[in-house]
């Protein structure tokens, strides 16, 4: 049944998703991807460029031919690059001046007979000009299979729980939010986070994963849902921090490649939300007027994906160039009034401000911080209509507030809210570095009157999960009604981030990502360690 589902995938899948997959194949082999592109400008034939575990260096050019064989029109389409690949330096940096050793034509199909003679056709050709023989190989349906399920299906969890999951994810229509809590027990399972693995075993395991994650994702592909794609990935990638941290084992060797290629794919997915966004010309997923109440967060969620990856191709330099005006054309200067929907929502505020300063650091950002924390303090200590924590999301949040048109459960049943916060130090934390002191000491009264939560990982791998589960400690700190401002800065400048895998520490966008997806991972110690990190400081007053 398994092996059905493979043959399914691979014979529906496009282009731009099996070669995700494709690379996590070659990363199981002990390939080292040097150039992977989901087809930039700057593509010039190469979609995928590795170095095999003997060092040569072998070039790969997909082609999207799901369940047919490759014919010889769509050959000519592809034949110049094709020579491309075989013959020109590669231009990329370390091998600007290399040929490849080697070249595939990748499809997910067959290859038609008339196009097996013609590739023999260009191979002697090349050969006349210098080139080794067969400089061209190909790899087709029968060899991905056979890849799959050596690298994959084999090491797929087989509990009729766990085959169930995946069966609900693929029978989704795709256009709806990635059911994360579905997706945890594959990702757990997969890589026996409840076992103590040995270095190659958690390797096969990583790579069994990561096909499990592009299959998983089929539905959602199709329907070109980014951000299920994103969250996924980063699930995928953040589950592979977690399980080196727990085993003990070295991330470089044994899981970076894997987290490397997932972190392209996801910086990849996100430039084409960027260009999806023009072309759209809305914010909303189909009917503005009948999707008015989730208008506004999807736009602040958007504005913070944006500018993450404003941040992080202004790190590491822009694949898309026009990108970046499309992003700052995009992000408003001040947001809409009512985009605070639950504490939820905090880290894409964050996410938004620290954008804005880098775009034009202003007091007002942080003026801005001071506001939202009033609000939310105003509204914990006030009669009604508490805003939720960060584990309830928009469409919890939508189906209470219209819960007799709906006709549906409360959501928020058995659950107050009221002067209690999960994200309220962190903004006071924010406004401490930012040296507010009159801001912290109007608010400090209010601020001693809630009752901070925080959970706390037992183990620092346990952050890098879409739950902790019962390995971690629920902890509520009260402050005192007065404090010296000396002793609050010493507080908040403490490093933040001890309760986190240390390869999600050296990756801070990707950590970025994590909590702007999972806003309850936006611990007190995440924010500090990413405010340290993001924030640009401005000019202020101190009082």
């Not at 060092?55 to 031919?65: A, E, R």
């Not at 699930?235 to 592979?240: C, K, N, V």
């Not at 609050?488 to 966008?509: V, W």
Request: hydrophobic fraction near 40%; charge should be negative.
């Amino acid at each position: 049944m398994l092996e059905r589902l493979i043959e399914n995938w691979l014979d529906s899948a496009g282009e731009r998703s099996y070669q995700r997959c494709f690379c996590q194949m070659l990363v199981g082999q002990e390939y080292r991807i040097v150039h992977n592109t989901e087809h930039t400008p700057l593509e010039h034939g190469k979609d995928v460029i590795a170095v095999s575990p003997c060092g040569k260096v072998v070039g790969f050019q997909l082609k999207g031919n799901p369940g047919k064989s490759l014919k010889p029109s769509q050959f000519h389409e592809i034949r110049g690059q094709l020579e491309q690949l075989a013959t020109y330096t590669l231009g990329i940096p370390g091998y600007e001046r290399k040929i490849p050793d080697e070249c595939y034509l990748v499809t997910n199909g067959e290859i038609d007979e008339a196009v097996s003679a013609e590739l023999q056709h260009l191979n002697g050709a090349l050969e006349s000009r210098g080139h080794p023989p067969e400089k061209i190989k190909t790899i087709t349906r029968g060899t991905l299979l056979s890849w799959a399920n050596s690298l994959g299906l084999s090491l797929w969890p087989s509990e009729i729980e766990d085959f169930g999951n995946l069966i609900e994810l693929l029978n989704r229509a795709g256009n709806e939010i990635f059911p994360a809590d579905v997706f945890d027990p594959l990702l757990r399972h997969t890589l026996r986070m409840h076992e103590t693995l040995k270095a190659s075993e958690l390797r096969r395991r990583i790579t069994s994963a990561a096909v499990m994650t592009a299959v998983a994702l089929h539905s959602f592909s199709r329907r070109k849902n980014y951000f299920a794609e994103i969250t996924a990935w980063t699930l995928f990638a953040t589950y592979a921090i977690a399980a080196c941290e727990k085993n003990s084992l070295d991330f470089k060797k044994n899981a970076a490649e894997a987290v490397l290629t997932a972190r392209g794919a996801i910086r990849g997915l996100v430039g084409q939300l960027c260009d999806e966004i023009p072309e759209r010309g809305i914010l909303s997923e189909g009917d503005p007027f009948s999707e008015f109440a989730f208008y506004r967060p999807r736009a602040l969620l958007i504005y913070a994906l944006m500018g993450i990856y404003w941040m992080w191709s202004d790190a590491e330099g822009w694949n898309e160039p026009k990108h970046k005006a499309v992003v700052e054309g995009l992000i408003p200067e001040n947001l809409p009034p009512q985009s605070l929907w639950g504490e939820g929502a905090i880290p894409h505020l964050l996410a938004f401000t620290w954008y804005q300063k880098r775009i034009a650091a202003s007091p007002a950002q942080d003026e801005f911080v001071a506001a939202v924390l009033r609000d939310i303090l105003r509204n914990k200590l006030g009669p009604a209509g508490h805003l939720p924590s960060p584990y309830y999301g928009i469409e919890d949040v939508v189906r209470h507030t219209y819960l007799k048109i709906l006709g549906c459960d409360d959501p928020f049943e058995g659950d107050g809210f009221e002067g209690t916060s999960y994200i309220c130090e962190s903004l006071m934390m924010y406004l401490v570095r930012a040296n507010l002191k009159e801001r912290c000491k109007e608010l400090w009264p209010d601020f001693t009157r809630i009752n901070h939560e925080r959970v706390v990982p037992d183990e620092a791998w346990r952050f890098a999960l879409y739950r902790t589960g019962e390995g971690a400690t629920n902890a509520t700190n009260i402050y005192p009604s007065t404090m010296q401002w000396r002793d609050l800065q010493k507080l908040c400048a403490e490093q933040g981030g001890a309760d986190i895998p240390e390869a999600l520490k050296a990756d801070p966008i990707l950590l970025l990502l994590f909590v702007t997806i999972f806003p309850f991972r936006a611990s007190f110690s995440a924010v500090k360690f990413l405010h340290k990190t993001f924030d640009v400081p401005t000019a202020t007053t101190p009082g």
